[in-house]
């Protein structure tokens, strides 16, 4: 059982100091790895695991091919500034070969999880001599994990699986006692700029969780420049997070005068301060209708446009 | 070429007077038959038909199983009071049975289009002595067709195809040039009552056009619940038309703590004056909000509901 460390009772700087203390009595003299996605909460392990180890922690960024667009320059140019130096590595082909004929999405998920943590850190962690993986798991993920609503990629223990059995390496997760919110602080805290720390979350599996069915390079490359769209006009929306999803379901549309059988992105736009509750933000009018414009106008094959008026529960803030 | 009358120089009277004779002189000594749905168009071309031919016009309700709650009843009891007596015929099996198993939307329609013209009308002209059939195709369902848009299920001339080869009877379109706001002008003027002539458009395939893949009887109650929550809702709203249609897709959703993977419903609500081009209606976000939550109260296994904010063109206003 994990206690919780509430955002209210969290002193930031007490923290930092307990965790850097735990990281470096964990991982000794030796050296330790940890994969920084440019998310909030591995971009928070990284501070934190920088401050505890120096240059015996190498942070490696996976190029698995389903990110954002631009992220891996986006992310090495933003640490190259706080100090920390990132190795991008290559791995697509590996994920698209994993991920080949797999529509269910929690294969989806293992099938992300075994390639991650087996096959590239299983090779990395080999070639860098590192006994230790740092990473970004939150009590959320533990949570919703743990209560069978969706296997975080990152949850091991919890489920009965020894990491140093299955990979080889040990997982430290110094910010699994906190939340969202609590992420942010800490974050804050290590002198991550604001761009970064107050970023919208983004899902473990990347684009393969914003694809309902099959993640094929194709279908990715569509739901990515969706996503460019959906994030450039809601980024001061002061939403607690924004997404698309492509969906698998044909449409009926049609282009010069004829029909065209095409596909649909949902839009999903959440109020929330946890995401154990969100709500539906409420956009105005114009913008929603420039989202849908601007994606059919952006994306090619895409007919069809839905804004999510659903609320969690019973939904889920991403749809796979 | 059809050549179309727009409503600005329609005038109801006239175009009414000119068409009873038209029936009459087609038809001449013989019996007609028309299948009235309850819509707009079958609704006129009732009243239009049996003004014309009085008891030598049978009218029947056909019972696909594929219609809105309530429907066969509603109808027949609101043509009572009009003088207009409709024979309910069961037919439910025949469509169900022609619907196993076809995804594809075109194919839907195609297997409906024959049951209804072959099997099911095929023998009730056989048994009526009819040799016509009264329909309500407008010039909108021809452009479609013709366009390549949406194979509309009674268009057949414009194809290329012969009713009396094909299925044995003539088929008379006394509204074809017309659109909707000239249907409801001629409704109006022939009678018909407010809650009739300005219903919301309900397309020829009926809730088989609002569920994405299969039709079958399952998907069919589901999607007719949510139609009936959504009609009730909106009927206050002034649109053109509102649907709801089942998607395909399953989606991640959470009830009682656990997750459930289960269905969406998106909610499609258009401002138009001719369904040629159409826009989502700038609904409330309280009530976009109350059609979620009524729809996952109601509808069983549906934990996502969405709002179309897309524009026709490129998409059209029904998604299948």
């Known amino acids: 059982m994990i206690k919780e460390i509430g955002v209210q009772e969290l002193d930031a700087g007490s923290f930092i100091d307990e965790k850097v203390e735990d990281i470096r ?5 030796g050296r330790a790895i940890n994969a920084l996605s440019g998310g909030v909460d591995s971009s928070t392990v990284t501070m ?7 240059a015996r922690l190498q ?66 962690v080999k070639e860098s001599g590192a006994k230790d993986l740092l990473q970004g798991t939150i009590l959320t993920d533990v949570d919703e994990t743990v209560a069978g609503i969706k296997r975080q990629h990152n949850v091991f223990e919890q489920l009965g699986i020894d990491p140093q059995k299955a990979f080889g390496y040990r997982i430290l997760e110094p910010l699994v006692c906190l939340r969202k919110d609590g992420v942010r602080k800490v974050g804050r805290a290590l002198g991550l700029p604001v761009e970064l720390f107050e970023r919208i979350p983004f899902p473990g599996p990347a684009l393969a969780a914003r694809v309902i069915g099959e993640a094929t390079p194709e279908r990715i490359e569509t739901v990515r420049k969706a996503t460019a769209v959906v994030e450039r006009l809601l980024e001061s929306s002061g939403a607690f ?16 005068g004829k029909r065209q059988f095409g ?10 301060v946890d995401a154990r509750t969100a709500a539906p933000t409420r956009l105005a009018f114009d913008l929603l209708e420039r989202l849908a414009q601007e994606i059919l106008a952006e994306v090619p094959d ?13 939904s889920t803030i991403e749809a796979v």
């Not at 009595?25 to 003299?29: D, H, K, S, T």
């Not at 934190?48 to 120096?54: N, T, W």
């Not at 082909?93 to 299983?122: C, H, M, N, W």
Request: aromatic share 8%; hydrophobic share 40%.
């Open 25 to 29: 009595r964990a991982v000794g003299e």
């Open 48 to 54: 934190l695991g920088h401050r505890a180890l120096g």
């Open 59 to 124: 942070t490696v960024f996976i190029e698995n091919g389903l990110m954002r667009s631009g992220e891996a320059d986006r992310v090495v140019a933003l640490f190259r500034e706080l100090g920390v130096s990132v190795e991008v590595v290559e791995a697509r082909g590996q994920f698209f070969d994993a991920l080949k004929g797999i529509s269910d999405p929690e294969q989806k998920r293992e099938a992300i999880t075994q390639t991650f943590y087996k096959k590239v850190f299983g090779r990395l």
């Open 241 to 256: 997070q924004y997404l698309a999803i492509l969906h698998e379901d044909k449409v009926t549309g049609m282009r010069e």
């Open 263 to 272: 596909g649909q992105i949902e839009v999903r736009c959440w109020d929330s």
């Open 302 to 314: 895409i007919v069809s446009v839905t804004y999510n008026i659903a609320s969690k529960p019973p």
